[in-house]
């Protein structure tokens, strides 16, 4: 099973930026997503994208703050966040699905990540 480590998190003030990166082990599957677990709640879709054809889907969000996007060579899955806001502080994981549909609830994915802290303070 493929394996994924994610770095990059840490402390940020409000409004500010962070690039957050996922490793694979191999390239084992087609499509790929960033999920978080805000303190207290339930881990949450955030955007994902096909590894070959760059389609990509957001959570509303994520939408105009955040860039999913890969190294396809490289093997490696990023995350640019823009105008961060305390709400954004969560642990934020990477996944993989063997299927090249881009799907947005955590059980269609077989492999995790342990994740990353991510905390935005005012």
């Known amino acids: 099973q493929v394996q994924l480590k994610e770095s990059g998190g840490g402390l940020v003030q409000a409004g500010g930026s962070l690039r957050l990166s996922c490793t694979f082990s191999?390239?084992?599957?087609?499509?790929v997503a960033w999920f978080r677990q805000p303190p207290g709640r339930e881990r949450e879709f955030v955007a994902a994208?096909?590894?070959?054809?760059?389609?990509?889907s957001y959570a509303s969000f994520a939408k105009g703050r955040f860039v999913i996007s890969r190294e396809y060579g490289q093997n490696t899955l990023y995350l640019q966040m823009n105008f961060l806001k305390p709400e954004d502080t969560a642990v934020y994981y990477c996944?993989?699905?063997?299927?090249?549909?881009?799907?947005?609830?955590?059980?269609?994915?077989?492999?995790w990540g342990q994740g990353t802290q991510v905390t935005v303070y005012s």
């Open positions: 996944a993989a699905r063997n299927d090249v549909v881009v799907m947005q609830h955590t059980g269609a994915y077989d492999s």
């Open positions: 191999e390239r084992t599957f087609y499509s």
């Open positions: 994208i096909t590894w070959t054809g760059g389609s990509t």
